[in-house]
């Protein structure tokens, strides 16, 4: 297995294994991913047993797979990677036409590294993909931050800034709410490209209160405001009814850096590709 990881860096190709029992879902994430990444190397297979055959004859630097297989679950696939796989931590993606309703009524899995909901539209996924296997070193934007340990904030505030990030940090949604009211009666619509936001904060607003008042009474959508909600929870109905109020995604604590930023470019692309497709219907 070293002789084969050795020579798969030199050559500097990602390998991509695409799991789905449709032959359709299946060439169509082939042609997203070699049309948006040229120099990936795109497997595919039908059924869960095939993927382990793939797995074990060498190495794969990200698995997309269907949540449903015709010879089993897609997390029971998930689950046998983490399990199984003699090489690095593997990002698990599972492409799906109803990821929401997916996570609200079967909940989260640790096994799984992240979402795409192809309701974003398969060019999307050559980006969400992209975030993974080709890091970015730097990015624009503007982050309304809420947290209210000074410690973490430091930490956090550190780490988006290094990719170049513009952070607004706050310690309670009542603070991060005035300035969104601010901005907004400026004429400068919510006034940050994306909120970042704990759940349990000082005040009396908790992040899922924020997420329904910027959802609700501020009629944000989660394409014209991003929200990504850090969360220490773990209880799939807890996480399941914070997606329900509006959050884009989740990001469990304590934070890893490269899941964190990569999850936050993606919501930000998300956000600027929204602005322009209503900009150009405008």
Known sequence: ?????????????PRVL?????KVARRMIEQVLRSELPNVVVMSCETGEQAKQHLEAGVVD???????????DGFELARYIREHTPQAYIPII???GSVTEMLETRGMSDDVTDYFD??????????FIRGYISAQTSADGQVLYVEDSKV??????????????KVTHVVSVEDALALVDTAKAQGGGPGADLILTDVYLKGGLTGKELLEHIRGPYGYSKGQLPILVMTADDNPANQAALLRAGANDLVSKPVEER?????LLFQLRVGKNFRQTQSTRA
């Open 94 to 96: 599972v492409v799906s």
């Open 152 to 165: 973490v904030a430091l930490a956090t505030r550190r780490m988006l800034e290094k990719y170049g990030l």
């Open 1 to 13: 297995m070293s002789a084969v990881l050795t020579s798969h860096i030199a050559s500097d190709e």
């Open 62 to 72: 990200l698995v997309t797979m269907a949540l449903t297989l015709p010879d089993m």
């Open 259 to 263: 899941l964190l930023i990569t999850k």
């Open 118 to 127: 192809k309701a974003l539209g398969f060019a999307a996924l050559g980006e």
């Open 18 to 22: 695409v799991v789905d029992g449709s």
